[in-house]
């Protein structure tokens, strides 16, 4: 049922009836986490996770154990974990590669009785061509749905945390749906191999991983029309990958619907050339815009003066230039009070939102981080609520103040710093990027 290759309007998509009492918006990372674990241990029947990954810290390692805890206690119980095939193979930036997640995933498999499956997704031959970055925890008749990744700053399990959109759902036909899609094109496929047990090089099933990444540039959710509505609140899950996929249409339908208001969360100002000339005409129709973006030391790739230098410093940098000069340009429509652009920034914390509401009548949760990579590399997923009754207008503005309430307003760019004010070394990179325009290629690719 590819029900978005024809681009329906947004009003006939199909949808999982959902209840507002169905639907509950998580404050923070502790309560994510605390969330996440609670789930685990009353679990039944199933826990499907699916992340970009799952790190051997605290927070990963108390995830790892409470799944083998509840494998233990029900050994009827179907455990399973999705996570990237690349970045669980590598060590984080400076570390050796003995020190990888999939070598931490299998001594701790070795060291239990039971089985707990954890299967490596490539969606590429490299990682810097695409990652899985699909989103959702599935634990019986539930879909916690976050953008975040399973580890210590996401899951705010020591001094520092990520901060994020963390949602639970209560949805059998929404969980079956998800589980449906894992069981049916990840699970078995030639290309997927459990991380848990010895697996082959890259380079040796890079013929599969092509297969494979052509087969899911055509998979969808089922959404089984006796039970779908297409009235009514609800929920739609949506896949993408690929240019002009279902994911990166229904994005750019809802900025053309917008009427009145539009939120969108990004973590990483580069938004493709599709995105932004959306935002002009929402602009140009009246729209009132508002963009919640981190500041640049609220980026996760940020790197203080006082630690070593490594080229990733400079992506912060390079966003805040996209930043400054999408400012720039609508400096207007700042004046007029039609585009807010706000900078997130607590403390030593970062931010990780994404997401978008759209005239209090669509809320889309997302991993997507709404740029060019995002549109054209990672496999990617989404929910869309429907709200046309807006029955979810008090949490959703709950949300949105909880966000806003560590932003500043850009009043005009020059608030933003130019390239003038950068550390020395980040200047320095990227006025010989500018040169040669790679820059550009490096918008495309983050």
């Not at 995933?105 to 499956?117: D, G, I, K, Q, T």
Request: aromatic share 8%; with cysteine; hydrophobic share 40%.
């Amino acid at each position: 049922m590819a029900f978005l290759l024809d681009r329906p309007s947004l009003q006939r998509l199909p949808r999982f009836p959902l209840s507002a009492a169905a639907f509950t918006t998580l404050s923070s990372a502790t309560a994510f986490r605390h969330t996440l674990l609670a789930a685990i241990a009353s679990a039944r029947q199933r826990i499907y996770l699916t992340a970009l990954y799952l790190e051997q810290d605290e927070a990963g390692r108390e995830i790892l154990a409470a799944l083998f805890e509840a494998k233990q206690a029900n050994p009827a119980l179907d455990v399973r974990i999705m996570v990237d095939w690349h970045r669980a193979q590598r060590g984080r930036i400076g570390e050796n590669h003995d020190s990888c997640n999939a070598a931490w995933y299998r001594e701790e498999c070795s060291r239990h009785a039971v089985e707990l499956p954890i299967y490596g997704v490539p969606a590429q031959t490299r990682e810097l061509f695409g990652v899985l970055h699909l989103k959702g925890f599935i634990v019986d008749s539930q879909v916690i749905y976050s953008g975040a990744s399973l580890n210590n700053v996401y899951l705010h399990k020591q001094d520092k945390y990520r901060f994020d959109r963390y949602h639970l759902l209560e949805n059998a036909a929404l969980a079956d749906s998800m589980a449906q899609l894992m069981c049916q094109h990840f699970f078995n496929d030639e290309a997927v191999f459990r991380l848990d047990k010895p697996v082959p090089s890259t380079r040796s099933i890079r013929k599969e991983i092509r297969a494979f990444r052509t087969r899911l540039e055509t998979i969808h959710y089922t959404l089984p029309p006796e039970q779908t509505c297409q009235h009514g609140m609800g929920v739609t899950p949506v896949l993408g990958l690929g240019k002009g996929n279902a994911l990166n249409r229904l994005i750019l339908q809802l900025i053309a619907k917008a009427e009145q208001r539009l939120v969108i969360c990004t973590p990483y100002f580069n938004f493709p050339m599709a995105v932004l000339r959306a935002i002009n005409r929402a602009l140009r129709r009246g729209v009132e815009v508002t963009i919640i973006v981190g500041d640049k030391t609220a980026n996760d790739f940020f790197i203080p003066e006082s630690e070593p230098f490594r080229l990733i410093a400079a992506l912060p940098y390079l966003y805040e230039m996209n930043l400054r000069r999408f400012a720039k340009r609508r400096q207007a429509h700042i004046d007029a009070g039609k585009l807010h652009l706000q900078l997130w920034k607590e403390g030593d914390n970062s931010y990780h939102l994404k997401g978008m509401w759209c005239d209090q009548q669509y809320i889309l949760l997302t991993g997507n981080n709404m740029n060019p990579r995002a549109f054209r590399l990672d496999l990617e997923n989404a929910l869309l609520i429907h709200d046309p009754e807006q029955q979810l207008q008090t949490q959703s503005h709950t949300e949105q103040q909880h966000i806003l309430q560590h932003t500043t307003r850009v009043d005009h760019y020059r608030q933003l710093d130019n390239v003038r004010h950068y550390p020395l070394k980040i200047r320095t990179l990227l006025t010989r990027l500018s040169r040669v325009r790679i820059d550009r290629m490096l918008n495309l690719m983050l």
